[in-house]
Nanobody, 124 residues
Framework: QVHVVESGGGLVQAGGSLILSCAVS????????MAWFRQAPGPEREFVAM???????NYADAVRGRFTISRDNVKNMVSLQMNSLKPEDAAVYYCAATQSYKRSYVSPDEYDSWGQGTQVTVSS
């Protein structure tokens, strides 16, 4: 029911900035907890940031202070502003959504709807 599409990925030099966008259709994001995850080559999908329905946010320690998640309920979009990018930030970034209450919102299994990801590459 919820369709998620990420965009904005690309190649950025270390120290640079990039904005990722997540377009959501099917349900208003005002009814959805939204999050960004990332996955470098390998099995792990790592929590990056989340924005709750109530407006609270949470960030992984690795990105806190550098990344900002925000939502535009009118456009039904979520963004991830990434500043001071580091090579270790390189990954496929995924946008995720869930309507349900979850314990922490930091695990991939807590989200129901996922985009296909957008690649972020950071040159050293």
């Amino acid at each position: 029911q919820v369709h998620v599409v990420e965009s904005g990925g690309g190649l950025v030099q270390a120290g640079g900035s990039l904005i990722l966008s997540c377009a959501v259709s099917g349900r208003p994001i005002s009814t959805q907890h939204m999050a960004w995850f990332r996955q470098a080559p390998g099995p792990e999908r790592e929590f990056v940031a989340m924005s709750s329905i109530s407006g609270s946010t949470n960030y992984a320690d690795a990105v806190r202070g550098r990344f900002t998640i925000s939502r535009d309920n009118v456009k039904n979009m979520v963004s991830l502003q990434m500043n001071s990018l580091k090579p270790e930030d390189a990954a496929v970034y995924y946008c995720a959504a869930t309507q349900s209450y979850k314990r922490s919102y930091v695990s991939p299994d807590e989200y129901d709807s996922w985009g296909q990801g957008t690649q972020v590459t950071v040159s050293s």
